[in-house]
Structure formats: structure tokens, C-alpha cells
């Protein structure tokens, strides 16, 4: 075992976690192992828990002063763990990744307008362009065996001939756990530079990239890139503090920023709490250690998991994340429709993940396990799913 303890499992029960404490509320049953919303069970870096706990002693909660070693911390963790130059007045910050994304639709986009999502993806990029009266231009990703790629020429056709005046780009993109490579974001930035796209790169699986590998910023990737991003981030997935709200932006085109940061000072959305900004500077500076472990102990829990459904589960196929906790799983070889495997997943082996559809009508058939959990919940799991596929093989027996 390392410094931190991964496999130690935590009752969150009755702490008001939605992964399970809504269970009723999202699946129709509270008997389940939650293995959905992608936050993880483990506990935070104690340097972040003591820095919170010695705050919160103080009696006084009220409004904060906002320290100029809060922003160093962000654009200290971008340059040294991603390699991306951002400076002070390109960053702001934003209550929530989502929100920002909202944001920048309502700022950089007009009701009846066309924006790019790459389907299956996050599924409140959709709710949002809809929410907000806008409307929703399809480039589904290409499946091709066990990878997914970005239909380049799908994005050029449709960036010519629908005209959009926005794409929200997930990068890495969640639900399939994709590290977008720089020659795709490269192409990204061209054609959105070209056809006057403005491009949310939403970049909150960014820290989680595995196996060593980079991560990289869209807006790093070229100066087209740069001209057309808005890219978004958070310590919120990468050091499990979402609960505290904490996100940022980065605008590097002067044009695009000042009006809209301009908009956000206005409307007060760039104010953060207290807590936010203690604890992201906490992350950030003290929290690195953590993070490498827990990514370690992720890509150990991968392979596990990819090498008990290879071995015990035909018909299930686990995509591998390059990125990120969260697994694809195509449960398309089962040969059963939407409502018996959600019965499945739910009613047979207890348990809740991500129905695939939710992600896009191309995640049909498609599940989402949160490998953000000890080991000895995951088996846990996996053996109660090896259990119940076995009636659905027999009856498949000629
Ligand atoms: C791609 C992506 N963006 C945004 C979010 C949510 O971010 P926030 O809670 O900061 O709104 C998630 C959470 O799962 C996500 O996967």
C-alpha cells in the first residue's frame, strides 16, 4: 500500500451523497451499490480535509477576501502538470463546470442557434443548449472496434452547412474516457477558426488522463485553437471536492474575454465561496501525491475489471478509459432491449450505473460503471452482475 488507503471502504450512507443517498429518488430502489455519478469513494487528501476542518473552526463564516495564492495555485498546476502557460487575467472563476458551459451559451450564442455536441457525451451539454432555446447539431463519434473516433469531416460538414455558432467539446470526453490526441484537437481549432465556431472545451476530466500519458488543453494545442476556446476545468472530479463548487474558466482570445468575463463580473458568477478557494488551493498545491496514487490505483482497478468481463461475462465488452474513472461498458452482445437491461443492471444484480441512452440514442445498449470505488466494492459488483447475466446466457443457449 502506498501513503493513502484506496481500499478502504467508507460508509457514506446518510452523509447526503447523491450517488447514494438519491438512489430512490433515480433508480426506484434504495438496495443498490451506486456505481453512477461520477464522483469517487475515497477519501480526500488529508491536507485538503485539515485545511477545510481548521477553517471551519474559526466561528465566522462570512464573506471571503479572495488571496492572490488562490489563482497562483491554478495557473501554477496548469503549467506544471499540463504544461499550459495561462496568466492571472485569463482565468476567472465559475461555480460549477455546467454552469460555465451555461454560461457561455447564453453569452456567446443566441436562442434559435446551432451548437455541436459529439454524441454519446455528458448529457447536460444537451440539456442546456435545449434548456436554453438553442438546438442541438449532431457529430456522433465513430465506433470502431474497441475505440471511438471524431468524425473530422462530419464536424466540417456540418460546421459549413449548418452554420453553428458554438461546439462543446469534452475533453477527455466522458462517458467513453477518450484522450483526445493533439492532431484531432488541432483539427478542432482549424475548422472552428475557419468557420467562426466558438469552441467550450470542457476539460473537467483533464487532470485524470492515465498510464502516464498528457493531457492536453484544447487552447494549447495551436493559435487557431487558442483564438476560438473557452475552456473549462475544475479540482473538483480530479480531487473529489465537487460537493464544494469549485471551477474555473480560461478565455486566452482578449476579444472573446472581456465582454464575457466582463458579463460575469457583472452578474456576480465569478464570485467564489470561502471554501472553494481554500480548498482548491489546497488541492493544487499540496494534493499532487494523492492524485498519483489514486491514479495508480484506478488503472489497477481497469485492469481487474476488463479482465473479469473478458473472463466471466460474454456478451458484456468493457472499453477502456485512457481517461478518467468511469468505463464504457457495450452490453449490445446480451442481446436484450433498453428495459430489460436497465431490469438487468437494476432489479437482478442491484445495481445503479449510467443507462448509455441517457448519453445519446447511440449509447443505447451501452452501460457506465464508475470504477471510482475500492476494489472490494467493485468485485463486490461484478460478481453480483456475473451472477444474474447467467439466466440471460442460458436462455440464449440454442
Ligand atoms: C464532462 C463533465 N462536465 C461537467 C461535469 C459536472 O461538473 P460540475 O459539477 O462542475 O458542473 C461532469 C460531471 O460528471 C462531467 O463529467
Request: glycine residues 8%; proline residues 6%.
Amino acid at each position: 500500500m502506498g501513503k493513502y488507503d484506496f481500499d478502504k471502504v467508507i460508509d457514506r450512507h446518510g452523509s447526503g451523497a447523491l450517488k447514494v443517498d438519491a438512489l430512490s429518488e433515480f433508480f426506484g430502489r434504495q438496495d443498490l451499490k451506486g456505481l453512477w455519478v461520477a464522483d469517487m469513494d475515497f477519501a480526500v487528501s488529508p491536507r485538503i480535509q485539515e485545511v477545510l476542518v481548521e477553517r471551519m473552526r474559526h466561528p465566522i463564516y462570512g464573506y471571503g477576501a479572495v488571496s492572490p495564492t488562490y489563482w497562483q495555485s491554478i495557473t501554477d498546476w496548469l503549467w506544471h502538470r499540463h504544461g499550459w502557460q495561462v496568466s492571472r487575467e485569463e482565468l476567472t472563476y465559475i461555480p460549477g463546470v455546467v454552469k460555465g458551459i451555461a454560461y457561455a451559451v447564453n453569452f456567446f450564442s443566441r436562442p434559435g442557434d446551432k451548437i455541436v455536441i459529439q454524441p454519446p457525451v455528458y448529457h447536460p451539454f444537451k440539456m442546456v443548449i435545449e434548456g436554453n432555446g438553442r438546438v442541438v447539431a449532431n457529430n456522433p463519434l465513430i465506433c470502431r472496434g474497441d475505440s471511438y473516433e471524431m468524425d473530422i469531416d462530419g464536424l466540417e460538414h456540418i460546421f459549413a452547412e449548418e452554420h453553428p455558432t458554438m461546439m462543446i467539446l469534452c475533453n477527455p470526453h466522458n462517458p467513453i474516457g477518450i484522450q483526445w490526441d493533439e492532431d484531432t484537437l488541432r483539427r478542432v481549432g482549424e475548422l472552428a477558426c475557419r468557420y467562426g465556431v466558438t469552441v467550450v472545451s470542457d476539460e473537467i476530466h483533464g487532470d485524470l488522463v492515465l498510464y502516464g500519458k498528457p493531457h492536453y488543453p484544447f487552447a494549447s494545442v495551436s493559435e487557431e485553437a487558442a483564438r476560438v476556446a473557452v475552456t473549462l476545468g475544475a479540482p473538483s472530479k480530479t480531487f473529489n471536492i465537487a460537493g464544494l463548487v469549485s471551477s474555473w474558466v480560461v478565455v486566452k482570445n482578449k476579444k472573446l474575454r472581456e465582454p464575457f468575463y466582463a458579463w460575469l463580473a457583472a452578474n456576480e458568477f465569478d464570485s467564489p465561496t470561502f471554501i472553494a478557494t481554500i480548498a482548491t488551493e489546497a488541492a493544487y498545491r499540496y494534493g499532487e501525491d494523492w492524485l498519483d496514487e489514486c491514479l495508480a490505483y484506478i488503472e489497477g482497478s481497469i485492469d481487474e475489471t476488463a479482465a473479469i468481463i473478458s473472463d466471466t461475462m460474454p456478451g458484456l465488452r468493457m472499453i477502456r478509459p485512457a481517461a478518467s474513472f468511469l468505463a464504457w461498458l457495450d452490453c449490445r452482445g446480451l442481446g436484450l432491449d433498453h428495459d430489460s437491461l436497465q431490469d438487468l443492471f437494476i432489479n437482478k444484480a442491484h445495481l445503479a450505473l449510467n443507462d448509455g441512452a441517457m448519453f445519446g440514442t447511440e449509447g443505447t445498449g451501452f452501460m457506465r460503471l464508475n470504477l471510482g470505488s475500492p476494489r472490494c466494492i467493485i468485485r463486490e459488483a461484478l460478481s453480483s452482475l456475473a451472477l444474474s447475466l447467467a439466466p440471460v446466457h442460458a436462455d440464449r443457449r440454442p
